[in-house]
C-alpha cells in the first residue's frame, strides 16, 4: 500500500495518485473520495450492451464515452466518472479531462455487488446537484432500473423504475427506448 499525503485544496491530486498507483477508479463525490475496482466481467458487460445499442442511434453530433469524467459546476475537485456518457463529439478533441455536466445528454452507472444503498444514493444527489439531465442507474444485484430525469434544486423531479426485460424509454436527442432484455443479474453473493 502506498502512503499519500494530502495538502488542503489538494483532494484531486490524491485521486490521480491513488488511480496511477493503484488502478482503482477514484472519485470525488461532495468531498469524499470514492474508490471502486475495475469492474467485473458482468459489469463490463452491461456498459457493453447498453453502448453498443446507443452507438448507432445517436445523432452524429452526440458520441458515447466510457472513463470520462464530470465536473461538478465550479467545482473542479468534485468529480464522476460514469460507467458510460454521453457527450457532443467535440469532446474527442478537447484537452480537459473533466466534461461539462450541462453538456452531457445521458449519463450511467451499473451498481456494483459492493455498493451500498447510501453509496448509490450520494451518486445519485451528485449527479442532479451538478445538473445532469438524464441518469440511468442500472442494477445487476435485483435486475432493475431506475431513469432520472429533469434535475432541479439538487434532486430529480422525473424517476421511472423498471426490471430488466423492460425497454428503458429516452426522450431526444437520444434513441427512443433501450433493450434491457439481455442484461445480466450478478450472482448471488457468498
Given at each position: 500500500?502506498?502512503?499519500?499525503?494530502?495538502?488542503?485544496?489538494?483532494l484531486?491530486?490524491?485521486?490521480?495518485?491513488?488511480e496511477?498507483?493503484?488502478?482503482?477508479?477514484?472519485?470525488?463525490?461532495?468531498?469524499?473520495?470514492v474508490?471502486?475496482?475495475?469492474?467485473?466481467?458482468?459489469?463490463?458487460?452491461?456498459?457493453?450492451?447498453l453502448?453498443?445499442?446507443?452507438?448507432?442511434?445517436?445523432?452524429?453530433?452526440?458520441?458515447?464515452?466510457?472513463?470520462?469524467?464530470?465536473?461538478?459546476?465550479?467545482?473542479?475537485?468534485?468529480?464522476?466518472?460514469?460507467?458510460?456518457?454521453?457527450?457532443?463529439?467535440?469532446?474527442?478533441?478537447?484537452?480537459?479531462?473533466?466534461?461539462?455536466?450541462?453538456?452531457?445528454?445521458?449519463?450511467?452507472?451499473?451498481?456494483?455487488?459492493?455498493?451500498?444503498?447510501?453509496?448509490?444514493?450520494?451518486?445519485?444527489?451528485?449527479?442532479?446537484?451538478?445538473?445532469?439531465?438524464?441518469?440511468?442507474?442500472?442494477?445487476?444485484?435485483?435486475?432493475?432500473?431506475?431513469?432520472?430525469?429533469?434535475?432541479?434544486?439538487g434532486?430529480?423531479?422525473?424517476?421511472?423504475?423498471?426490471?430488466?426485460?423492460?425497454?428503458?424509454?429516452?426522450?431526444?436527442?437520444?434513441?427512443?427506448?433501450?433493450?434491457?432484455?439481455?442484461?445480466?443479474?450478478?450472482?448471488?453473493?457468498?
Open positions: 500500500m502506498t502512503a499519500i499525503t494530502v495538502r488542503p485544496g489538494r484531486r491530486d490524491a485521486a490521480e495518485e491513488i496511477r498507483s493503484t488502478g482503482l477508479r477514484v472519485q470525488i463525490i461532495g468531498g469524499t473520495l474508490m471502486s475496482p475495475t469492474p467485473r466481467g458482468k459489469h463490463a458487460g452491461t456498459v457493453r450492451l453502448r453498443d445499442q446507443l452507438i448507432p442511434q445517436l445523432p452524429r453530433s452526440l458520441g458515447a464515452y466510457e472513463v470520462s469524467s464530470i465536473s461538478m459546476p465550479d467545482n473542479d475537485e468534485d468529480y464522476v466518472t460514469p460507467d458510460l456518457v454521453v457527450l457532443p463529439v467535440d469532446w474527442d478533441r478537447d484537452d480537459d479531462w473533466l466534461a461539462d455536466p450541462r453538456d452531457v445528454a445521458f449519463a450511467m452507472e451499473v451498481i456494483s455487488n459492493s455498493e451500498g444503498a447510501g453509496s448509490v444514493a450520494t451518486k445519485t444527489d451528485w449527479y442532479a446537484s451538478a445538473g445532469v439531465a438524464v441518469l440511468l442507474a442500472v442494477d445487476p444485484r435485483k435486475g432493475v432500473w431506475t431513469l432520472y430525469t429533469h434535475p432541479r434544486d434532486a430529480y423531479q422525473g424517476i421511472l423504475n423498471g426490471e430488466f426485460g423492460e425497454p428503458v424509454p429516452l426522450a431526444a436527442p437520444l434513441p427512443g427506448e433501450l433493450s434491457t432484455a439481455e442484461l445480466p443479474v450478478y450472482a448471488p453473493r457468498r
